[in-house]
């Protein structure tokens, strides 16, 4: 299932001053993507569980989480369906921090990210780490709501943002870079915006 809009036509791109990547347009607003049906999930039922391989190292409650630093984060989000919105603003809890209150650095090269609604996406650790995504828990500094991933989704803004996964509920280390949803749907097993790796046989 695929909500309505996620195959839309493209607009013609806008030039402003190399901040789009290539095939893109500049969108005003924040249109809703999303796989499936939007899961509700309420804080007081929402845990996040980082696993290497099958093994748990850490779980946090919602109020555990949110005790971790909290830090800002503005950036440019591209969507593989076309469209690229401009200084969007976060707030919530880098990887980095994620991995500190663990006490582990990344065991593996590879991850997936899961979500509440059965989704994962596959995402290089080198990807995550180093100031480069955070786990969000507000936008624009309100909480996200659920048709944008609420109440909590990952943040990977330099690659396509199905990478972001919505309804987030955990990172596991994985062995090998194992394709995620879109990814064994014909999705690129990367997906940089800048070099168009929309689809699988992009190079």
Aim: charged fraction near 20%.
């Amino acid at each position: 299932m695929v909500t309505r809009g996620f195959f839309s036509g493209r607009k013609p791109p806008t030039d402003a001053d190399g901040r789009i990547p290539p095939g893109q347009y500049l969108e005003q607003g924040f249109p809703v993507l999303s796989a499936g049906p939007t899961p509700r999930v309420r804080t007081e039922d929402w845990s996040f569980t980082l696993k290497h391989g099958l093994r748990p190292v850490k779980k946090w409650t919602w109020a555990e989480f949110n005790a971790l630093p909290l830090s800002r984060m503005t950036r440019d989000i591209h969507c593989v369906t076309a469209w690229t919105k401009f200084d969007t603003s976060w707030q919530g809890v880098l990887i980095d921090d994620i991995l500190a209150d663990a006490g582990i650095a990344p065991p593996t090269a590879f991850t997936l990210a899961h979500s509440f609604d059965g989704y994962a996406t596959n995402v290089p650790a080198k990807d995550l780490v180093a100031g480069k995504a955070m786990v969000a828990l507000l936008y624009e500094g309100k909480p996200i709501t659920p048709d944008h991933g609420g109440p909590a989704r990952l943040l990977v803004p330099h690659l396509y943002f199905w990478k972001s996964a919505k309804w987030l509920n955990g990172l596991q280390f994985t062995e090998h870079d194992e394709p995620g949803f879109w990814e064994l749907r014909g999705y690129h097993i990367y997906g940089d915006p800048w070099r168009e790796q929309r689809y699988t046989d992009d190079p």
